[in-house]
């Protein structure tokens, strides 16, 4: 069996003019990413729904403080 031998050839370096635009990019894919993160979404939407409940359920029953006082639930 026969090992060849390793060779590393070195990589051209790359020349960075604009370095603050590569972070910008950068982070505006992590941005990304993140909003599209179908976790995210579905916390969002279970949200959002219970927000919609709950303000419906409060503009539909304003006087909720004054059946409240009136029963004497909470003296």
């Known amino acids: ?21 590569t972070a910008t990019e950068a982070a505006w894919h992590r941005i990304v990413a993140v909003v599209t993160n179908p976790d995210l979404i579905a916390v969002a939407a279970f949200c959002a729904i219970g927000l919609a409940i709950t303000m419906n359920v409060l503009l ?13 639930l909470f003296p």
Do not use: F, S
């Open 60 to 72: 539909r029953h304003p006087d909720v403080g004054l059946t409240i006082e009136q029963l004497d």
């Open 1 to 21: 069996m026969t090992h060849l031998p390793m060779t590393r050839d070195l990589q051209p370096l790359v020349k960075l003019n604009d370095r603050r635009a």
